[in-house]
């Protein structure tokens, strides 16, 4: 797999295995007076009914347009009903990298959720007690901690029995193994399924790439995202 560049500049959007990629800069949003109703896909190859959307004002997650916690660049903030789903998807089998820049609400909370899918094939990516998660029928879980308000850059690798769990540039993961096959056909940001468990926080990029992916591309992809979003890593 190559890099897409335009003018020097690697273009995620355009990358032959970006599946569906979330940015929530002006353009990327439709926004309703402040709060975010439509989150489009931003992948050259995405589907219309892969974006996120939220048509209940009250629980459309607000927006910020320029977000210095992400160096300049827009975001919104999940919290209790803030959450936004997808339309019916073309199924989401592995091997697939999610990629997330978020910051960090209360990482003191029995469980904070920032993906789910919207069915039982489950596709839940979240902190428990802190610890970065992933269920897809099985539960791979880190032993340490996230901190709260902080900005980070994380990934995980969707792919069976090797599966694993990443924060930043790292090559060592935090956690690894089985999250079982998991396939949504729709997703959810924010909470679980049961729309519990939200995720307490600021998003300012989500995507997920096809494919097996090298350590080594994982580890440009997230320092690409890391300097972009002014994310130390």
Not at 39 to 53: C, I, K, L, P, V
Not at 159 to 177: D, M, R
Not at 191 to 215: H, R
Request: with cysteine.
């Amino acid at each position: 797999m190559a890099y897409v560049k335009v003018n020097g500049v690697w273009r995620m959007s355009r990358d032959s295995n970006c599946y569906a990629l979330w940015q929530f800069d002006i353009g990327c949003v439709l926004l309703n007076e402040g709060g975010v109703s439509i989150a489009y896909d931003q992948a050259m190859s995405g589907e219309a009914t892969r974006a996120f959307a939220q048509s209940t004002k009250i629980n459309q997650p607000p927006h910020t347009a320029q977000d210095s916690d992400f160096a300049g660049h827009g975001s919104i903030t999940l919290s209790a009903n803030r959450r936004m789903v997808t339309g019916t998807i073309t199924t989401l089998s592995a091997p697939k990298t999610i990629y997330a820049v978020v910051k960090t609400g209360d990482m003191a909370g029995v469980q904070t959720t920032l993906l789910d899918g919207q069915s039982v094939a489950r596709y839940a990516f979240y902190a428990y007690g802190g610890k970065l998660s992933f269920y897809g029928g099985n539960t791979i879980q880190a032993t340490t901690t996230l901190s709260s308000n902080t900005c980070y850059v994380l990934r995980a690798v969707v792919n069976g029995a090797s599966s694993a769990l990443y924060v930043g540039a790292s090559t060592s993961p935090l956690a690894s193994g089985d999250v079982g096959s998991g396939s949504p056909t729709q997703l959810l940001m924010g909470a679980t399924l049961d729309n519990n468990n939200p995720w307490l926080g600021k998003v300012a990029m989500l995507g997920i790439f096809s494919g097996s992916e090298s350590v080594d591309l994982q580890v440009a992809r997230a320092k690409y995202l890391a300097q972009k979003y002014g994310v130390a890593v």
